[in-house]
């Protein structure tokens, strides 16, 4: 499986910004998908996951409320929809496939078979 992110970029605080996953090489339909990040000089962090019929959603208690993860089975494409923006949002974020299960989300990066390239975003103040 390759994923290809996209949609970063430069935003002010309280600003928006949607990004898109791609999966190629192989449907992703039945699995887990989800999104992490990665800030300059902190560990890899877990932002949000779904299940595989987008039913179920779980998310970092730091993006509860401004962060909507979804997912199009039929576009292989999973999307983070990220409102209200902070400085501290600033990180890689990666988009993730567990490829073991298609309901159990885990907030471990261990448990993620595939990841993204990350997309770059940045919240200026």
């Known amino acids: 499986v390759q994923l290809q992110a996209s949609g970063g970029g430069l935003v002010q605080a309280g600003g928006s910004l949607r990004l898109s996953c791609a999966a190629s090489?192989?449907?992703?339909?039945?699995?887990?998908m989800g999104w992490f990040r990665q800030a300059p000089g902190k560990e890899r962090e877990f932002v949000a996951a779904i299940t595989w019929n987008g039913r179920a959603t779980e998310y970092a208690d730091a993006v509860k409320g401004r962060f909507t993860i979804s997912r199009d089975n039929d576009k292989n494409t999973v999307y983070l929809q990220m409102n209200s923006l902070e400085p501290d949002d600033t990180a890689i974020y990666y988009c993730?496939?567990?490829?073991?299960?298609?309901?159990?989300?885990?907030?471990?990066?261990?448990?993620?078979?595939?990841w993204g390239q990350g997309t770059q975003v940045t919240v200026s103040s």
């Open positions: 090489g192989r449907t992703v339909q039945n699995y887990v």
């Open positions: 993730v496939v567990d490829d073991d299960t298609n309901w159990r989300m885990s907030t471990a990066s261990a448990r993620y078979d595939y």
